[in-house]
């Protein structure tokens, strides 16, 4: 049997073994998923287990993402430019590549054409690279960022405007946000509205929302729970919307498709993160 896991701290009520084990089954691939809770500080040992436990791959979360690549001998382009691994595939001879599927998940979970289009994007932190590197990718023609802390992300959006110079980059102070009216797409990378974190909040108010083109699209990261406050607000103004387990499930498609040279099936994958996550809420009301 082969053997996948996730690595991250604190992940003790991940859903990923769920999808990933629905995948695996979809293939008819005798594979085990687990999760391996593990500090920044255990990251070296935890290298070593894998490799002498015959591990084939893992994936990465908080607070792993950028220090992983410290023993990763080869990282794809998409790990290059958002400056993160999340996909680990462990080699026959032990070495380890690196590859960022968080980017192929946000495209592949979208419903709208992005070409020329303006963005608007809630935080600066590691998600944000990878959704701005995806809509560089998709010749999208202005970005906004709206951050709590413009000193710290005056690097971040100095790298994007060298990387894509026919792109407009803005950053704001996220207090300022008060109206989005050409905006196409809003997308929330930060933890607000995430159960066990703020589930009773939202990173712009419902008066900001109504404020968004008729057409416009709000996706938000957020998987936990499903529809957050922002995708709640933005579905009763009549926007569309994307959920983060859309992007979650799609980044764990692209992970196996890495480990197996398959596709999996993203709708028995999503169930299972939905059945997942059921029982998690009846857990733990």
């Not at 690595?7 to 990933?20: A, D, F, M, N």
């Not at 255990?42 to 023993?71: C, H, Q, S």
């Not at 939202?202 to 936990?224: E, F, G, R």
């Not at 729970?225 to 498609?253: F, K, N, R, W």
Request: with cysteine.
């Amino acid at each position: 049997m082969l053997k996948f896991a996730i690595l991250g701290y604190p992940i003790g009520h991940s859903v990923s073994p769920q999808i990933h084990k629905a995948g695996f089954a979809s293939l008819g691939i005798d594979a085990d998923y687990e999760i391996l809770e593990t500090a920044p500080e255990n990251l070296i040992e935890r290298i070593d287990f894998l490799k002498k436990e015959g591990y084939a791959g893992v994936n990465v979360t908080i607070p792993l993402k950028v220090k992983i690549a410290m023993f990763v001998e080869e990282v794809d382009k998409n790990a290059d430019l958002a400056g993160a691994i999340n996909t680990i595939k462990i080699n026959a001879d032990k070495s380890l590549s690196g590859f960022n599927t968080d980017i192929t998940g946000f495209k592949s979970a979208l419903t709208c054409p992005l070409q020329g289009k303006e963005v608007t994007i809630l935080g600066t932190g590691g998600a944000a690279r990878a959704v701005t590197v995806a809509c560089t990718e998709l010749g999208v023609k202005k970005v906004n960022f709206y951050t709590r802390n413009i000193p710290n992300a005056l690097e971040f959006v100095k790298f994007f405007r060298e990387l894509a110079p026919q792109i407009e980059f803005t950053l704001n102070q996220i207090e300022t946000l008060k109206e989005l009216p050409t905006t196409d797409l809003l997308v929330n990378t930060t933890p607000i509205g995430m159960k066990g974190h703020s589930a009773d909040s939202t990173p712009v108010n419902k008066k900001v929302l109504t404020t968004l083109p008729k057409h416009a699209v709000v996706y938000d990261i957020v998987y936990n729970p499903t529809e957050t406050i922002l995708l709640e607000d933005a579905h009763h103004l009549g926007l569309q919307t994307i959920s983060g387990l859309d992007m979650l499930v799609a980044q764990a498609v692209a992970a196996q498709k890495i480990w197996f040279g398959a596709t999996p099936d993203f709708e028995k994958m999503k169930l299972a993160g939905e059945r997942a996550l059921a029982s998690y809420h009846i857990d733990y009301m």
